[in-house]
């Protein structure tokens, strides 16, 4: 901040001499401009390539996680590296709650998100965002030894825990219940279910599988149909250059074979074919 400060002082000063030092050392260090920009994309002049801001939630495994040392990792995690590797991007990511990545995205704080995010025409109308990068869909966890709950119709008058600002957490509010507890990850909702505080919880089929599999919740199991077909896609602020590269690495992937390679990592089977477009 202090070369910038010493350009933008220097840059006013009309003595010939200083002006060319100015512009010497602005040759040298290719300073950037003052001005303020509404996106956080940083470009690097040295290397031409771009950095991009990306937010995250991480605490819905296995799409995103924190290990102990504090190192992002996960399915999405894995899938935004391999688009960026196939565009020539730089990646700075960053943990933000779900529910505050899209203020985040509208003030120009973050340039992406990848974070599980189901296209809705609501949040399209909030953000722009790329094709879709994977197929889910909303699921009922009730505790293992509960039979009165089998489908979305017996959620009436029930307790149900969901994490705030999510697809869930509206569908939830779709049931009559008695009472519908946020919470601020899944991972919590769950917990809340298997500790008996609540009847049901509703969140995304495969992490709700996930924490089951990994043993992270116990005493739990889904029941019913899947309520939702749902498509994540990756999140910029309305009208983002980022995006036309964002499809592109997405689109090298999926013809590659990486996107396979990836998902079998984190999960059982073939990927199921993505559409172009989400229906919303």
């Not at 799409?63 to 990792?73: I, K, N, P, V």
């Not at 879709?132 to 869909?137: E, K, N």
Request: aromatic fraction near 6%; charge should be negative; proline fraction near 6%.
């Amino acid at each position: 901040m202090i070369k910038l400060t010493r350009s933008h002082l220097l840059r006013q000063l009309t003595l010939g001499v200083l002006s060319f030092v100015c512009a010497v050392m602005l040759a040298a260090c290719g300073a950037p401009s003052n001005e303020t920009s509404s996106s956080a994309t940083s470009p690097d002049a040295a290397t031409n390539t771009t950095t991009l801001k990306v937010a995250l939630d991480p605490t819905f495994p296995p799409f995103q996680s924190q290990t102990g040392s504090g190192q992002f990792e996960g399915f999405d995690i894995d899938l935004i590296n391999a688009i960026a590797e196939a565009e020539g991007l730089t990646l700075d990511m960053a943990g933000l709650p779900f529910d505050g990545i899209i203020p985040a995205l509208q003030s120009g704080t973050v340039d992406l998100t990848i974070s599980t995010m189901t296209i809705t025409a609501e949040r399209a109308q909030a953000v722009d965002f790329s094709r879709p990068y994977f197929r889910a869909g909303l699921a009922i966890a009730v505790q293992e030894s509960n039979t009165d709950i089998t489908s979305f119709d017996n959620l009436e008058g029930k307790r149900i825990a969901v994490q705030i600002g999510t697809t869930g957490a509206e569908k939830a509010n779709e049931a009559n219940a008695a009472e519908v507890r946020t919470f601020d990850n899944t991972p919590l909702a769950l917990q809340e279910l298997a500790n008996g505080n609540v009847d049901a919880a509703v969140s995304d089929a495969p992490v709700i599988l996930y924490a089951i599999k990994a043993g992270s919740v116990t005493g739990i199991k889904i029941v019913g149909e899947q309520l939702t077909e749902e498509y994540y896609g990756i999140a910029a602020p309305k009208n983002s250059p980022n995006l036309e590269k964002i499809n592109a690495g997405l689109n090298t992937i999926l013809e590659n074979g990486k996107y396979k390679e990836i998902y079998q990592k984190w999960f059982s089977g073939e990927p199921p074919e993505l559409p172009e477009t989400a229906p919303i």
